[in-house]
């Protein structure tokens, strides 16, 4: 006699969830997560008592301040993972998550109105939209440019593949764009 294991991936419905979690202290992040690797374990540990369609090995999680981000691929069996993290002060759940950088190259001196004026329209809604929904925005200088630097984490906004950029209701292809670089990661 021969036994066979097969072990099959989510349905075609699945979908790479991120959920992220905000706390407001650095106590409560450690907590929650905390919390997230003992569910995890427990998955492990007694698969049957869960109604889960992913294996607890698969799933990714990580601490960052005072943020806990758990993603897995899945076709909605999350709730466990949610009643955990759902009492974050800021929560999100994200089919499409992403972590980009968005670098745009302006005259040196330039300020972001300015911007707003000196590129051309498209670029310009752009802009205006990165700097609404992106967590961070820096500003850098070398001998020539100013740079903005925008940080997004969320809903994919970046298609590497072909190079466009999706934000707002633009939608345009940084490699016929000198000034405009974004990368994942």
């Known amino acids: 006699m021969h036994l066979l294991i097969f072990k099959f991936r989510p349905s075609s419905h699945s ?39 992913w294996n607890p090995d698969d799933a990714s999680f990580r601490l960052n301040g005072k943020t806990v981000l758990f993603g897995v691929y899945s076709n909605g069996d999350i709730r466990g993972i949610e009643d955990i993290l759902s009492d974050a002060e800021e929560y999100e759940v994200h089919t499409n998550y992403q972590e980009v950088t968005v670098k745009v190259k ?15 329209g498209k670029e310009a809604e752009a802009l205006k939209e990165l700097k609404e929904v992106s967590q961070e925005t ?20 970046f298609d590497d593949c072909q190079n466009l950029l999706l934000v707002g209701k633009v939608t345009f292809d940084l490699s016929q764009r000198d000034s405009w670089e974004a990368c994942e990661g």
């Open 15 to 53: 979908e790479d969830y991120t959920i992220s979690a905000t706390y407001k202290t650095k106590r409560e992040s450690l907590n929650a997560h905390k919390k997230l690797e003992c569910l995890l374990e427990d998955i492990r540990k007694n698969p049957s008592r869960y109604n889960v369609d």
């Open 138 to 157: 820096k500003v850098e200088e070398d001998g020539e440019n100013r740079f903005f630097i925008f940080e997004y984490m969320g809903d994919g906004i």
């Open 106 to 120: 302006v005259p040196k001196g330039s300020s972001f109105e300015a911007a707003l004026l000196i590129l051309d």
